[in-house]
């Protein structure tokens, strides 16, 4: 889900290459829902060991990651903790949508429809404590950083890489982590470097936005990029106000410019959406403004590729030809970084 703020943004196409020696931060749930959602088979049937336990969180997390650190930069996962009370719509809103979906799988399943099966089976995905454990245990063992956050693991990314000097972005498909006030968004950097579309295969690149040229390009400051927000629909009030697309909302809040005065404009639209969909504004607004956060010192602990092989080889029938051929590639990392550690002695 998340805020859809496409069209009026800019955003400028990088190079993995270019976040050599920097610290990212990564909306683990976010990204772990893009792994769940799209390292599937042909008929949309996830990855799955020989007990039939989904395995495709760990091949994105093992295999995507390796190709990441390989590019020389240091990865920090953030995990959610407890979410806002006010989340729970989204939440009923992805359930709803879960079902509809599994209604609809079933029935292309009937039909033998391939593409519509591996459609529909994306948005079963659902992460339970088995996937995030197994998940925190699989990237600790790879020298990754694992952070548990108290509140929303987008808040608590985009609050690291305010308050840290060495922390240069956050990873994140939602354009929310922009509300939270993150000074750059990385988003496309764990997907595919290739998508299907209906007239074929594009070209996926990692892409960057700057939430200080969003703002001078839009003219408006980060207050009013919340209330923009909160006027289309975040995951607080997923339906924001109906009828208030992007570039109305954008007019909006710069005719307006204040909070208060921005939301007296639509209190009438507010006031007779159905009772499921009112909201709160100021109650969303200090959510962005004041999120559960804290200050981490980041652990890259070191490879461990016996645990490594145990979590895929052992538990998960992964192919020890292959998962070898990526230790090779860590242990060449190691390498290098051993030897960079030395160089600054001479």
């Given at each position: 889900m998340g805020l859809n703020i496409r069209e009026i943004i800019s955003s400028k196409e990088i190079d993995?290459?270019?976040?050599?020696?920097?610290?990212?931060?990564?909306?683990?749930?976010?990204i772990l829902y893009q792994f769940l959602s799209t390292i599937r088979q042909m008929d949309g049937t996830p990855l799955m060991d020989n007990q039939k336990r989904i395995t495709s969180h760990l091949s994105g997390i093992f295999y995507r990651n390796i190709s990441l650190l390989s590019e020389g930069m240091k990865l920090v996962y953030v995990f959610d903790g407890e979410p806002p009370k006010l989340k729970s719509k989204i939440h009923e809103k992805r359930l709803a949508g879960?079902?509809?979906?599994?209604?609809?799988?079933?029935?292309?399943?009937?039909?033998?429809?391939?593409?519509?099966?591996?459609?529909?089976?994306?948005?079963?995905?659902?992460?339970?404590?088995?996937?995030?454990?197994?998940?925190k245990e699989l990237l600790k063992a790879m020298g990754i950083a694992v952070v548990q956050a108290p509140g929303e693991g987008e808040a608590e990314?985009?609050?690291?890489?305010?308050?840290k000097e060495d922390v240069f972005a956050s990873v994140s498909q939602d354009f929310d982590s922009l509300l939270f006030g993150v000074p750059n968004l990385i988003r496309n950097l764990t997907v595919s470097k290739k998508r299907k579309t209906f007239s074929g295969f594009v070209e996926v690149n990692p892409e960057i936005i700057e939430l200080k040229k969003v703002l001078d390009t839009l003219e408006i400051n980060l207050d009013q990029l919340i209330c923009?927000?909160?006027?289309?629909?975040?995951?607080?009030?997923?339906?924001?106000?109906?009828?208030?697309?992007?570039?109305?909302?954008?007019?909006?809040?710069?005719?307006?410019?204040?909070?208060v005065l921005i939301f007296k404009s639509v209190e009438e639209q507010i006031r007779v959406l159905p009772e499921v969909d009112r909201f709160n504004w100021q109650e969303i607004f200090e959510l962005f403004h004041r999120p559960n956060v804290a200050d981490f010192e980041f652990e890259f602990e070191k490879v461990n590729e016996d645990k490594i092989k145990d979590i895929l080889?052992?538990?998960?029938?992964?192919?020890?030809?292959?998962?070898?051929?990526?230790?090779?590639?860590?242990?060449?990392?190691?390498e290098k970084?051993?030897?960079?550690?030395l160089g600054k002695w001479f």
């Open positions: 993995a290459s270019n976040l050599n020696g920097k610290t990212v931060c990564v909306d683990a749930f976010n879960r079902e509809l979906a599994n209604q609809r799988y079933e029935e292309a399943k009937q039909e033998e429809d391939l593409g519509a099966m591996k459609r529909y089976s994306s948005q079963l995905v659902r992460l339970d404590d088995i996937i995030i454990e197994e998940s990314a985009a609050y690291l890489c305010r308050i923009l927000g909160i006027l289309i629909g975040t995951d607080y009030n997923p339906k924001g106000i109906p009828g208030i697309g992007q570039k109305r909302a954008l007019d909006i809040v710069k005719k307006h410019v204040q909070p080889v052992t538990r998960h029938d992964f192919s020890a030809e292959r998962v070898e051929k990526q230790l090779e590639k860590l242990r060449a990392l190691e970084k051993k030897q960079t550690g």
